[in-house]
């Protein structure tokens, strides 16, 4: 065996060992929906039954049933598109605003806002809901959304891409007469475009699937999230998985799709942040 | 505006502060106009998180029900704490967790990243399989999981055929937490190699070209182009991967809560209960501010790390 075959022969080990990976990765998705159509004494069967036998579609309706889910779904888009319109408008604003213009304090500003990316909900739950509680939003979508609607990830995003926004688009806008809100509203956030798409998709990923800050706030059941929704069936029947695997199985549709529609935009918003110091 | 020509920025301006709107420099306007822009998320964040984080300081002194007024107590919370073995056993298992899932997290990405990296047949389908993760939600994933772990689950169907007996994952102190991680890396991997990945792109491909000239193999290549290049995406990755995993909250409330015996009860799951199940919102507040401070405390060390590494 010469040199090059034994290089080939090498690529092709490693591309398999690739796709062994990939289906590894993929394979408790894959059971998911396959146990979604089994019945319930089929999913812990051995030998392990990799197809369901027979498909019971039935499976969807009953466990959409148990709970309001189209409510908890309604909710979640709810949050999710609001959420990240704010994070949308007031990140890339203050992105502008940090990206091409001077003023005291300025680079205190943007160090103060970077640094609350490590004061998560979750290291500020107490005093979040106090906050939210003094003023009156608990049990509301207003307290879903508003203390999430600004995002430092968003700013930090934004502000990469406005940097490198050629300074002379906007002079000329100046000159031409353009107001300052009109010179971010008509010329900066359209040159912003693909940073826009990155930023909404990782926004509308992690608000959809929002857990613990609505377990918090909300008792309510008709402004309960798809994630309550799920993490309920679970606590009261926790025995039915055939019906567990389909409600998750819904719930994962969303994701899904907009991965599929929107995969580029995903994986640009990963990267613009990471990609420069 | 600095673009070496003074009598232009100069000349301009002063044709529009003729009318002086508002009394104010051409200059000054546009200071304002700037700082105007960032003063809604300035407000924002001074509402949602630095006057929690103050006020989370501030309660950490005092006891505090909900119900009745706040109660000064000093350093009582954070003796409180001190004292509270429970509280011991969350630190433990939080840092085991952080460092359990970020730490095979590094290398799995970059392995994973430099994978994808090579041309291949299929290679766009090959990283959608991989990405796919990443767009599961996080309840999603936790009951799937718990699904799988299941004494008569997935994971042991597949162990029982290669002679291994059943094992009860997440009801083993052995087993609950070291199951969990790896969850933690499953979802983690995959995502930060993305991030990986635009860095190995963002890599003019002329050095390795003038490398393998100069006769370098691929250890050499990796060595001495690749790892030097990715110092910037690797700090990224590092920082974010191990505030990710010291957030985890989800997977031990739903698959676990907390047990056995307290073996999966990291700090936010610890803050929370404390907070929201017993009510003591003083101590809970004490918690977070340690927990922060443990951020605080893994982002400057890594800082610290690798500009000495870059210098």
């Keep these: 065996m010469n040199a090059r075959t034994r290089g080939r022969v090498l690529g092709w080990v490693v591309t398999l060992l690739t796709v062994a990976g990939a289906a590894f ?7 998911m929906i396959s146990s979604s159509f089994k019945t319930q004494d089929a999913i812990f069967r051995l030998p ?21 889910f189209g409510t908890y779904f309604f909710n979640s888009t709810v949050m999710a598109l609001a959420v990240m319109a704010g994070n949308l408008f007031f990140g890339s604003l203050a992105a502008y ?7 005291p304090l300025r680079e205190l500003c943007f160090r103060a806002m970077l640094s609350t990316l490590m004061l998560p909900l979750e290291i500020l739950l107490v005093p979040t809901f106090l906050v939210v509680r003094q003023l009156g939003l608990l049990d509301s979508y207003g307290g879903l959304i508003i203390p999430l609607a600004v995002d430092a990830f968003g700013i930090f995003l934004m502000r990469q891409y406005i940097t490198d926004l050629p300074d002379s688009l906007i002079e000329a806008a100046r000159l031409d007469g353009c107001t300052e809100f009109g010179i971010y509203w008509r010329i900066v956030l359209p040159n912003c475009r693909p940073a826009l798409a990155a930023l909404a998709v990782l926004s509308f990923r992690e608000n959809w699937d929002q857990f613990l800050w609505p377990l918090v706030i909300i008792s309510k059941e008709a402004l309960k999230t798809f994630p309550l929704g799920l993490a309920q069936f679970e606590g009261f029947h926790s025995a039915s998985y055939h019906e567990m695997m389909a409600a998750a199985a819904v719930g994962m549709i969303p994701m899904i799709l907009l991965f599929l529609l929107f995969q580029r935009a995903f994986v640009r918003g990963l990267t613009l942040t990471g990609l420069k110091e | 505006m600095s673009n070496g020509l003074p009598s232009v920025p100069v000349s301009l301006p002063q044709a529009r502060t003729a009318a002086r709107p508002f009394g104010l420099t051409y200059a000054n306007r546009l200071r304002l106009a700037g700082f105007l822009f960032v003063l809604p998320a300035l407000f924002h964040f001074a509402l949602f998180k630095f006057y929690p984080m103050a006020q989370a300081l501030l309660l950490s002194f005092f006891r505090y029900d909900l119900m009745s007024s706040p109660e000064f107590t000093g350093l009582g919370n954070y003796r409180a704490l001190y004292e509270n073995p429970l509280f011991h056993q969350a630190l433990g298992v939080s840092v085991k967790y952080t460092l359990g899932v970020a730490i ?28 796919l993760p990443i767009a599961m939600s996080q309840i999603v994933v936790a009951l799937v999981w718990k699904f799988l772990y299941h004494p008569h689950g997935l994971v042991n169907g597949l162990l029982a055929a290669v002679g291994i007996g059943r094992i009860n994952w997440l009801s083993e102190e052995m ?38 000239m100069d006769g370098a193999g691929l250890w050499q290549r990796f060595r001495w182009i690749t790892l030097p290049l990715l110092r910037p995406t690797m700090l990224f990755v590092m920082v974010m991967s191990l505030l990710m995993a010291m957030k985890v909250f989800t997977n031990p ?33 004490a918690a977070s501010s340690i927990l922060f401070g443990l951020a605080l405390l893994f982002t400057l060390v890594q800082f610290r790390l690798l500009r000495r590494g870059l210098a």
């Design chain 1, 25 to 31: 990765v993929l394979l408790p998705y894959f059971w």
């Design chain 1, 48 to 68: 392990l039954e990799w197809m369901p036998r027979a498909p019971r579609w039935q499976n969807y309706p009953a466990a959409l049933g148990r709970f309001p």
């Design chain 1, 97 to 103: 605003g940090l990206a091409k213009f001077r003023f």
């Design chain 2, 104 to 131: 095979p997290e590094w290398f799995l990405a970059l392995g994973l990243a430099l994978l994808l990296n090579r041309a291949m047949p299929g290679r766009g389908l090959i990283r959608l399989a991989y990405f």
């Design chain 2, 175 to 212: 087993t609950a937490l070291p199951a969990l991680i790896a969850i933690g890396v499953w979802r983690g991997a995959p995502l930060f190699a993305v991030v990986y990945l635009a860095g190995l792109q963002a890599i003019p491909r002329d050095y390795y070209e003038a490398a393998a």
């Design chain 2, 253 to 285: 409330l739903v698959m676990t809560e907390g047990g056995p015996n307290g073996t999966t009860r990291v700090l936010p799951y610890f803050i929370y209960e404390t907070g929201f199940a017993f009510f003591r919102m003083g101590e809970a507040a």
